[in-house]
Every structure is written in C-alpha cells, then in structure tokens.
C-alpha cells in the first residue's frame, strides 16, 4: 500500500503561479510513475501530465503544455506540479496518483489539493 500527500494548493489570481508536491510513502518510490490529474465537482477527472520513475520522460496534456512542468525527487519520495501562469478555468481538485511502470491504471491516489485561480 502507497500513501500520497498532495499539498501545495491554495487560491491565488489568474497569471500567478503555485507548485504542488507529493509525497509517497514507500521506499521503492523509483518504480513508480507519478500521474497529476484534476476534477471539478460534477465533471470527469482530467488527465494533466505523467513522469516516469527514472524522471527522463514526461507528457503533458494539451491544455497545459508550456505552463506546467512536472518533477521529481526520488531520494525525498515527493513529485512536484509547478504551474505557472494560472488560469481561471486551472482551478480543481489536484490528485497524484502512483502506479508501477509496468501497469497501465493508476492504483494508488491520494485526497487531493484543492487549487483555486481568481480571475
């Protein structure tokens, strides 16, 4: 069983930027590939952007390329979303969930930071 913490969120207005961070608890946290996701209430969760457990590859979904980059540190368990010039249509529930690099579905989510862009 892995824990994830996300933290990070909070309410800022539109252009500034925030960086979220998660933490996982597990000691084998290099075989996992880190996902970021979001979710308004009543709508389907969004896929934001993946690296893999060694950092050297990431993807980034459409909406989001060239504003948000997404990290990691192995050797402090934590993923990290830096999202820049924020939107009003960023704000959402932020999840990062945790799934082993050779599964394809995420098994593993955390509760969420709650991210809230004023326009």
């Known amino acids: 069983q892995v824990q994830l913490v996300e933290s990070g969120g909070g309410l800022v207005q539109a252009g500034e930027s925030l960086r979220l961070s998660c933490v996982a608890s597990t000691r084998t946290f290099n075989i996992y590939d880190m996902g970021w996701f979001r979710q308004a209430p009543g709508k389907e969760r969004e896929f934001i952007a993946i690296i893999r457990g060694s950092g050297s590859s990431t993807y980034f979904t459409n909406s989001v390329k060239g504003r948000f980059t997404i990290s990691r540190d192995n050797a402090k368990n934590t993923a990290y979303l830096q999202m820049n010039s924020l939107k009003f249509e960023d704000t959402d529930v932020y999840y990062c969930?945790?799934?082993?690099?050779?599964?394809?579905?995420?098994?593993?989510w955390g509760q969420g930071t709650q991210v809230t862009v004023s326009s």
């Open positions: 969930p945790a799934k082993i690099f050779t599964m394809s579905e995420y098994k593993y």
